[in-house]
């Protein structure tokens, strides 16, 4: 069976490839296989499989990798906009200050 | 001391540290086997801390977990006849995928947990086995910088463990990429289905006594045999959202998850419709139909869209861009159905 893939072109991960020091950790961290080596560096090979899950943007010491981190789980983000903002699962953390979209859904 | 999986102690450098075995008990499948019903789930924990797993040494490696027992039981069956340390992070009873997720299986409580263990006395090397997918809440450098330990991510799942052990320590891309397979996916239906059913427990007797009620005329034996049909239709619905959906997820057309679920339920739907037509062909029974037809789609695509959060490949942003479109014809398209619904039950359905 091929990988499922979910909705094209809306994930937020963005790679400065200046700031790429080449070390690879994101390749270990990332469980969608959305990295490959290039010229010594990183590249993005496979852009709508990520989930941003948000390992690559936190283990990544060169700062060279973000993404707007959270769990796609659509329960969370009723939650939040019920106002449960202390559901034992399926949480979204509070907006931040000018931050126009919600923040971080956390779920189990 | 006290848990019913320690099986004895290991002394150290700073002391007895309780030991476990990588044999799992029948008390320990009932729990995994209650905890995949959603039977307390939320309260499946392990006591944070370092653990000996057979008769580990300063030299032996380090795995780390969280404290939920699910967890927990699947790293220590994993390494049968190893002798390795186990420290459990405390994050709150959850999953090493979510926990990260939260931040509880994160940089700051793994810093927490070495020193509070006192790992730095048991064991003279400096190297931590992770599960990859704690990456999302841990930072590796800041854990190296701030604790002395490195951080070394293991593989995706914990029964690959041994075959990257022996590797020296390498996982294979197959060990690092997160599937979802139809029995994986399997696995989760329960929980869904469970969760889904609570819900039904309470809609099951207000359908029944609309039916039985609104409608004018007599109370029995229509009314209890429209009622009943009316259960049967939510049952579609909450079957066909939260058990086909989910298990035929890749074969189902469409990305979002709602129409995946808005397929599925629809063919129940239709199924249901064929049935019902054969014991009311009139124009009340017509309309309930239609009513139905609209309600059960959009019930069991709700459901569906809910998978989004146990699926291992939707993105927030994605499933924010699905939602802005897919809850506001939900809610519509089952208040149409439901008003119709009520206007077939005051017309005096079943005929």
């Given at each position: 069976m091929a990988e499922l893939i979910y909705l094209k072109n809306v994930v937020t991960l963005q790679l400065q490839p200046e700031l790429c020091v080449g070390c690879g950790t994101c390749l270990d961290v990332c469980p969608r296989a959305v990295f490959a080596r290039d010229n010594g560096k990183v590249a993005i090979v496979n852009r709508d499989a990520c989930m941003e899950c948000g390992a690559c943007g936190r283990n990544c010491a060169a700062g060279a990798l973000s993404v707007r981190a959270g769990v796609g789980c659509a329960h969370a983000l009723i939650n939040a906009a019920l106002g449960r903002t202390n559901a034992a699962c399926c949480a979204v953390e509070p907006k931040e200050k000018g931050e126009p979209r919600p923040g971080r859904t956390t779920c189990c | 001391m006290d848990q019913p999986f320690v099986i004895g102690s290991v002394t150290t450098a700073i002391g007895e540290v309780p030991q476990i075995s990588s044999r799992l008990t029948w008390r320990d499948h009932w729990g995994t086997f209650k905890v995949r019903w959603n039977v307390g789930r939320m309260d499946y924990k392990v006591v944070p801390g370092l653990y000996a797993l057979g008769k580990p040494d300063a030299e032996s490696p380090v795995f780390v977990s969280a404290n939920y027992k699910l967890s927990?039981?699947?790293?220590?069956?994993?390494?049968?006849?190893?002798?390795?340390w186990i420290l459990v992070l405390d994050t709150h009873g959850i999953n090493v995928w979510c926990a990260a997720g939260k931040g509880t299986f994160g940089t700051d409580e793994l810093v927490h947990r070495i020193e509070a263990s006192r790992l730095a006395e048991v064991v003279l090397h400096r190297r931590l086995i992770l599960p990859q997918l704690g990456a999302s809440g841990v930072a590796a450098h800041l854990v190296k910088k701030r604790s002395g330990f490195k951080v070394i991510y293991g593989p995706i799942q914990a029964r690959d463990l041994p075959a990257f052990l022996d590797d020296g320590m390498k996982a294979t891309p197959e060990m690092r990429t997160k599937s979802f397979n139809v029995r994986e996916r399997t696995v989760l239906v329960p929980v869904e289905l469970v969760e889904a059913l609570r819900k039904v427990v309470i809609i099951a007797p207000m359908l029944f006594l609309a039916s039985a009620l609104l409608r004018p005329g007599k109370f029995w034996p229509t009314g209890v045999a429209d009622g009943l049909y009316s259960v049967v239709a939510f049952l579609v619905a909450v079957i066909s959202g939260t058990v086909f959906a989910p298990v035929l997820l890749p074969w189902l057309p469409g990305r979002s998850f709602s129409v995946k679920g808005l397929l599925v339920g629809l063919l129940g739907a239709l199924i249901w419709a064929a049935l019902r037509w054969q014991t009311s062909a009139t124009w009340t029974g017509?309309?309930?139909?239609?009513?139905?037809?609209?309600?059960?789609?959009?019930?069991?695509?709700?459901?569906?869209?809910?998978?989004?959060?146990?699926?291992?490949?939707?993105?927030?942003?994605?499933?924010?861009?699905?939602?802005?479109?897919?809850?506001?014809?939900?809610?519509?398209?089952?208040?149409?159905?439901?008003?119709?619904?009520?206007?077939?039950?005051?017309m005096g359905m079943g005929g």
């Open positions: - | 927990f039981d699947r790293l220590r069956e994993a390494v049968p006849g190893r002798d390795v017509a309309i309930e139909i239609v009513a139905w037809l609209l309600i059960i789609p959009s019930v069991a695509a709700f459901l569906a869209m809910n998978f989004t959060g146990a699926s291992t490949y939707t993105s927030l942003s994605g499933v924010q861009k699905e939602m802005r479109v897919a809850v506001p014809l939900q809610i519509g398209v089952c208040a149409a159905g439901l008003i119709l619904w009520f206007v077939a039950l005051g």
